[in-house]
């Protein structure tokens, strides 16, 4: 966690109030609480009342897409259209309505440089127009960075909902809500060195969607449950620290990143880097180290104190494909031979100096002990 959401942290957990009672020390804290709410709609430019807030992403995720889509099945639409590559906190729900409440699913593909093709996606919200509860496609890329042209996806959809996972942009590149145009939008505090477990979906003015939790009310009746006020002034914190500094932060990341693809082309020529380099987050860089196994590769460079991931996701100890660099194009053998870094202010450059001494004998070790052809 950053230091300024450490001190908010600190300070907010002294305070015993909830902030749903009437009580003195409950409205103390709901002040502060509200005081958050703006902080949040500030950093993401959007009206204090659109900010609802919820424990994870992927509780956000679940309510814009599983309310919008309740929504639109009023007016009898069923069809949700969404991307090949999306965090699995969009595609896991999406697919959950498919599967329990008849929801058509269209998943747009993505191209080799991880773009959605925006070409396909008109056509098909042309076929299905007046059937269409909600478009979700996010709006960067986890695992390979990607940023989406979302402005155009809004053209596109015209008066049909359009909700975008901003979990990864926020607090990295520019972001703003009003300018993003869409109805729905999720962030996370802990992506921006904010505390794990509080997040928040952004929605617009107005809209009365189908809550996913019910009971106590809170938030317009949209997410009940006790509000976690230590967590949510935290996240603010953390919020307004992401949004104050980070133009000189995004400069940075992105000299280590053109550091780190120049260090890696130049000592493994064969790899390659997944994604497009120009429209993309500045901290992810995912590469292909062919005939590697990535999850060697990456306990080897373990060993040497470099940490990365590999570009497969783990579900219950089982290393699977990862479905974003499928979508992309890549076959499954690539897939187990790639790796993301993640790069943050506080990396150096040093430290990719050390990655550059290490990697071509760590790459061979991986190729010999593979057995990739
Ligand atoms: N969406 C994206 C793009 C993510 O990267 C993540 C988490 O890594 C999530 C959603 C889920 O967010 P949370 O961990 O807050 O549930």
Not at 301 to 314: K, V, Y
Request: aromatic share 4%; charged share 20%.
């Amino acid at each position: 966690m950053v230091e300024p959401a450490i001190a908010a942290l600190t300070d907010a957990i002294k305070k015993l109030g909830n902030a749903s009672s009437l009580h003195s020390a409950g409205r103390s804290v709901r002040k502060d609480l509200e005081q958050a709410r703006e902080q949040i709609a500030q950093a993401i430019d959007c009206a204090p009342s659109e900010v609802i807030f919820t424990a994870t992403g992927t509780e956000a995720n679940n309510l814009a897409i599983k309310g919008l889509y309740w929504l639109g099945v009023k007016k009898n639409k069923k069809v949700i259209i969404t991307s090949t590559f999306e965090h699995h906190a969009v595609a896991d729900p999406i697919t959950w309505l498919a599967e329990h409440e008849g929801a058509q699913v269209v998943a747009i593909d993505v191209d080799r440089n991880g773009f959605v093709d925006l070409k396909q996606l008109a056509t098909r919200v042309e076929e299905h127009k007046n059937n269409i509860a909600l478009i979700s496609i996010m709006h960067a890329n986890n695992e390979v960075g990607t940023i989406q042209d979302i402005n155009q996806v809004v053209k596109i959809a015209g008066d049909i909902p359009v909700h975008s996972d901003c979990v990864q942009s926020f607090g990295k590149v520019e972001l703003s809500f009003k300018k993003l145009g869409v109805t729905a939008a999720t962030i996370s505090a802990h992506k921006i060195g904010g505390p794990l477990g509080v997040a928040a979906l952004i929605l617009r003015k107005g809209l009365d969607i189908e809550p996913v939790l019910h009971g106590g009310g809170q938030e317009r009746d949209l997410r009940s449950g006790t509000f976690n006020a230590p967590g949510i002034i935290s996240f603010a914190a953390a919020a307004a620290n992401a949004v104050d500094n980070r133009k000189e932060r995004e400069l940075k990341i992105r000299e280590l990143k053109s550091e780190l693809i120049q260090t890696i082309k130049k000592n493994i020529p064969d790899a390659w880097v997944n994604g497009d380099q120009v429209k993309s987050l500045p901290g992810i860089v995912s590469i292909t180290f062919p005939k590697t196994d990535s999850e060697g590769l990456l306990l080897l460079l373990d060993g040497e104190g470099i940490a990365c991931s590999t570009g497969s996701a783990c579900s219950a100890g089982v290393q699977r494909p990862s479905h974003v660099l499928m979508a992309m194009g890549l076959t499954e053998d690539e897939t187990t031979s790639t790796l993301r870094f993640s790069l943050s202010y506080s990396n150096t450059i040093n430290e990719i100096a050390k990655l550059g001494s290490v990697i071509a004998t760590v790459v061979a070790r991986s190729k010999a002990a593979s057995g990739k052809k």
